[in-house]
C-alpha cells in the first residue's frame, strides 16, 4: 500500500460515517461579522443557494452558534480561525477550543479545526465531536503561495495521519501552475478516500474555486457578496451557484 494511502486508512466506522458524494461537492456559504442578527438578516435572502453555512466564530463579540441554528435549515460549520492562521482569534487554544465546543453543543453539524494546532488538544476535540456525531475537518492554509507538490502531499498525508473525517487545504495562486497544483491533491485524496477541499486563494486561483466542485472536492466556500469575503478571492454565492447552475446546464 502507498503511503498515502495508509496513512488514510479509515477504521470501518469512520468509513461508514463519511458522506456519499453528490454530483458536485458542496456551496458553504461563509458568513463572518461581529452581530449575529446583523449576519442572519443578510444571509436570509440567499440561504436557499448554500448546501451548508460557516460560521466564523472568531469574528464575532459573542461567538454563538445558537441563532444561527435556529434560523437556517441547513448544517452548520463552526469555524474558529485563530490569528497564526489568518484568523482573527487571538486568545488562548483552551479557551479557543471551547467556544468550539459550545458550537458542537448547541447544534454544529461540522467543526473545523486547523492541523497546526497542537496535536494532542486537537485529537481530543475530534474525539468528543465525533462522539456528538459531528462531522470534523482538519484545515491548513497558505497565504502567501502555493508549495511544490511534494510538500502539499506531505500536508495531505498528515491530514490523513488524523482522527478528521475531511480536509481542507488552500493555498494561495500567483499563476496557473500553482491552482493545476493545488487541484492535483484531489486526485491523492480520492485514491486515499478521504474527503477534501482544495482550492486557491488569489486571482489566479479564482477557478479551482468552481473546478473544485466537479473534480472531486468536498467543499468550496462562497460568501455574501463580493464586498464581504472571508479569504481573499472568495466568489459570492450568487455568483458561484449561476456558474454551476451554468455548467450543469451545458454540459
Not at 129 to 146: I, K, R
Amino acid at each position: 500500500m502507498r503511503p498515502l494511502l495508509a496513512a488514510c486508512a479509515m477504521s470501518e466506522q469512520n468509513q461508514a460515517q463519511v458522506q456519499p458524494q453528490p454530483k458536485r461537492g458542496l456551496i458553504c456559504l461563509s458568513l463572518a461579522g461581529t452581530d449575529a442578527e446583523a449576519l442572519i438578516h443578510k444571509a436570509k435572502p440567499l440561504i436557499h443557494l448554500a448546501d451548508l453555512v460557516e460560521i466564523r466564530l472568531d469574528s464575532m463579540l459573542e461567538p454563538d452558534i445558537a441563532p444561527f441554528v435556529e434560523h437556517f435549515k441547513v448544517p452548520i460549520l463552526a469555524t474558529n480561525r485563530p490569528h497564526w492562521e489568518g484568523g482573527n482569534f487571538r486568545g488562548s487554544e483552551e479557551e479557543r477550543l471551547l467556544q468550539l465546543e459550545q458550537a458542537v453543543a448547541a447544534g454544529a453539524a461540522y467543526v473545523d479545526i486547523e492541523l497546526r494546532t497542537e496535536p494532542d488538544l486537537r485529537d481530543a476535540f475530534f474525539a468528543h465531536a465525533q462522539q456528538q456525531g459531528v462531522w470534523t475537518l482538519v484545515s491548513w492554509h497558505d497565504f502567501n503561495g502555493t508549495p511544490d507538490s511534494a510538500s502539499l502531499q506531505k500536508v495531505l498525508t498528515a491530514m490523513c495521519s488524523t482522527t478528521a473525517q475531511s480536509g481542507k487545504i488552500v493555498s494561495t495562486a500567483t499563476s496557473s501552475p500553482d491552482a493545476l497544483r493545488l487541484l492535483a491533491l484531489l486526485e491523492s485524496s480520492q485514491r486515499a478516500g478521504f474527503p477534501l477541499s482544495a482550492f486557491a486563494m488569489g486571482a489566479p486561483g479564482g477557478i479551482t474555486r468552481l473546478a473544485s466542485l466537479y473534480l472531486g472536492g468536498h467543499i468550496s466556500y462562497a460568501s455574501l457578496q463580493e464586498a464581504e469575503i472571508t479569504a481573499p478571492g472568495q466568489i459570492s454565492i450568487s455568483r458561484l451557484r449561476a456558474l454551476c447552475d451554468f455548467f450543469e446546464e451545458t454540459a
